[in-house]
Nanobody, 125 residues
Framework: QVQLVESGGGLVQAGDSLRLSCAASGRTFPSPAMAWFRQALGKGREFVAHISRSGGNSYYADSVKGRFTISRDNAKNTVLLQMNSLTPEDTAVYYC??????????????????WGQGTQVTVSS
């Protein structure tokens, strides 16, 4: 079992930056591959970014590529999501995920077993 707790959400203006953090606890050795998803009101859960166990590989949704950066600190069991140049379209609840077995599903919510409770990000225009 892995427990995930997100933090860092809030209300910002368009063009601002925000950094989300996800702290993992429980069965965190070896460090699991992790991801960020988001869910806007009335929409399905959408892939944002994925990072490999070592942090050497990362993947992004086209909508955030070049603006968001995922990173990790395995010594602290923490994954970060740096979000720059935010737009109102980025408004959503952001979720941290872990526990993937089939890496072909890295961008699918169904590929992950463990989820955090989510943190709200609201971007005003």
């Amino acid at each position: 079992q892995v427990q995930l707790v997100e933090s860092g959400g809030g209300l910002v203006q368009a063009g601002d930056s925000l950094r989300l953090s996800c702290a993992a606890s429980g069965r965190t050795f070896p460090s699991p591959a992790m991801a960020w998803f988001r869910q806007a009101l009335g929409k399905g859960r959408e892939f944002v970014a994925h990072i490999s166990r070592s942090g050497g590989n990362s993947y992004y949704a086209d909508s955030v590529k070049g603006r968001f950066t995922i990173s990790r600190d395995n010594a602290k069991n923490t994954v970060l999501l740096q979000m720059n140049s935010l737009t109102p379209e980025d408004t959503a609840v952001y979720y941290c995920a872990a526990g993937i077995d089939d890496y072909t599903l890295y961008d699918s919510p169904g590929g992950y077993k463990y989820w955090g409770q989510g943190t709200q990000v609201t971007v005003s225009s």
